[in-house]
Every structure is written in C-alpha cells, then in structure tokens.
C-alpha cells in the first residue's frame, strides 16, 4: 500500500507522515529528504546553487522513483509536489490512498512565520507580507490538492490526532 500526504508548505506531512509510518509498521519516505539525501545538500542550498527548475525536475523524478518501489510506504511530499507537470496525475494512479493536510490561512501563517528560514520560497517574505503571499499561493495551488483522495481538516488537531485521523480514512 502506498499513503501520500499532500499540502501546503508546514501543514505537517513530514510529522505526521513519520508518525503514521512507525504506528502502521511502514516504511517511511519524506520526499524532500529523499532528494536532499540523493544529492548531498540541503533543499535551500539546491534552490540557491541550482535554481527552482533544477529542483522541480528532480522532485518529478524521485516522486516516480518512490512511487514504483515494490514495498509499502507513507510518502510525505514537499509543498509544491502535486503542482507541477503531471505529478498529481501519478500520485493519484501510484498509490491507493492520498490525503491533503488542509490548513486555514491563519494557522499556515502562524507556523511557517516561526521556521521560514529553511524554507527557501518564504524565507525572503516579510512577516507583514506572508498573509497575502500565502493566500495567493494556496489559491494557485488548492485545485491540486484537492484531487486527493482523502481531504482532512487538521486545523485543531495535534498530529498525533491527525495521525488517527489518517488511520481512520484508510
Ligand atoms: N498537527 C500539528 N499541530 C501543531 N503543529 C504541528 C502539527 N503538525 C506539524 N506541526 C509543526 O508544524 C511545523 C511544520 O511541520 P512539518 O515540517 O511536518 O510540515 P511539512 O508539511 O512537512 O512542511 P514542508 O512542506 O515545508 O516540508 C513543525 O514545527 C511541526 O512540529
Ligand atoms: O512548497 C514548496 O514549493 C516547497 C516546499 C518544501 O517542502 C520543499 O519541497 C521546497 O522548499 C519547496
Ligand atoms: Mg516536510
């Protein structure tokens, strides 16, 4: 079985994903590690050594790469995975569930404004400018994280309750 986990940049896929993974005795792959691993440097430092496209191009491979592995995985995506090329379109055939961690504005605001600094399409953004940055992209970006299969309200919920959440829609 493969679960992947979709949403906004600090939604909690990477912490939720690696929560899920251990309760359901599956292996646990964060997509944004996998290409960090793959390529020896931090995501910020591909985006400022190679540009965005470079890594675009790369994360359409790996998500392909993991989703043909025989065995069963929970896949936490990066932020931006579904959106680009025809990536939604193979989560979708590759795996039999996938969910998307949807967040109010508010709350997105809230915690990416504590961690922008390894984020490198926020880190730049002033507090002041975040809301709106953050509206506009997520209204660029919900009409794919909608295709999921699965939509889930995490908003007052720790993630250990999105955890049971999950585990309830599978
Ligand atoms: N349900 C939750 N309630 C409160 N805080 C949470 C919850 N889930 C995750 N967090 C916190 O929110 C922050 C972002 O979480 P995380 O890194 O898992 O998000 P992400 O979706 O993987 O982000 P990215 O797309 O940038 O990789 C972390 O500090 C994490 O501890
Ligand atoms: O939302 C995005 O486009 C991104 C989110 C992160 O998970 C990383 O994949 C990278 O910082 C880009
Ligand atoms: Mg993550």
Redesign the pocket.
Known sequence: MKVVLL???????????RLLARQLGMEFI?L?EYIEHDQKKSIKDIFSEKGEIFFRKLEHQMLKEVLEKDESIVL?T??GTPCYGNNMDTILKQSEHSVY?NLSIPKLVD?IS??KED?PLVRNISDEELPEFIGKHLFERRPYYLQAKHILD?ND???E??TENIKELL
Do not use: P
């Not at 949403?7 to 994903?17: E, I, Q």
């Open positions: 949403g906004y940049m600090a939604s909690g896929k990477s912490t939720v994903g964060d944004d936490s990066g932020g961690l915690r504590k961690e984020r995490c919920a720790n993630a309750t999105v």
